[in-house]
Antibody
């Protein structure tokens, strides 16, 4: 069974940094792109970033480009999201999700999410 | 970026009745070389992660009840719940994966009338 477990969320001041982790199990991690999606309070889903299975290709939403960095460690079956220069509008539940094999596509499954709150 | 627009924003349907959600993309998500529409649908209930329902616009994910169906092509798509059940109360999202910069619709909230 595929499992994704996010961690690293919390309260951070504007301008601060946070690193999210997503530990994956139940599949061959290096064969799949991985993605972060967020949901701000009372808002819809927003795709944030994707990293290819090999880690050589990365993609970012305009809203986070230059501030967030996605990476992965295949020895630990973990994908990371380094978030710098955080703003109040980055407050959200952050989900990690698995892409289909060999492609950038739909998201399935999703982790339970981790809450990031940016506030002074 | 490809903008996805859903309609309506919310709808209330009686138990056992049909619910229809529309999704329109700002450009075609039909890939001509393979004739596939790069569109997925999700169901999202409070306190849970989103759940994949449909991909390739009309392919139902394993385990999804057959009362859920997807249709459409190019820029216009529809998610239909043929006979609404109480457990279908949720927010539904469409999502395009034609572009590597994936985008979601704003969501449609489905409630019981």
């Amino acid at each position: 069974e595929v499992q994704l477990l996010e961690s690293g969320g919390g309260l951070v001041q504007p301008g601060g940094s946070l690193r999210l982790s997503c530990a994956a199990s139940g599949f061959t991690f290096s064969n799949y792109a991985m993605t972060w999606v967020r949901q701000a309070p009372v808002k819809g889903l927003e795709w944030v970033s994707t990293i290819s299975g090999s880690g050589t290709s990365t993609y970012y939403a305009d809203s986070v480009k230059g501030r967030f960095t996605i990476s992965r460690d295949s020895s630990k079956n973990t994908v990371f999201l380094q978030m710098n220069s955080l703003k109040a509008e980055d407050t959200a539940v952050y989900f990690c999700a698995k892409d289909p094999r060999g492609a950038v596509g739909w998201f399935d499954p999703w982790g339970q999410g981790t809450l990031v709150t940016v506030s002074s | 970026d490809i903008v996805m627009t859903q309609s309506p924003d919310s709808l209330a349907v009686s138990l056992g009745e049909r619910a229809t959600i529309n999704c329109k993309s700002s450009q075609s998500v039909l890939y001509n070389s393979n004739n596939n529409n790069y569109l997925a649908w999700y169901q999202h209930k409070p306190g849970q992660p989103p759940k994949l329902l449909i991909y390739w616009a009309s392919t139902r994910e394993s385990g999804v009840p057959d009362r859920f169906s997807g249709s459409g092509s190019g820029t216009d798509f529809t998610l239909t719940i043929s006979s609404l059940q109480a457990e279908d109360v949720a927010v539904y999202y469409c999502q395009q994966y034609y572009s590597s910069l994936r985008t979601f619709g704003q969501g449609t909230k489905v409630e019981i009338k």
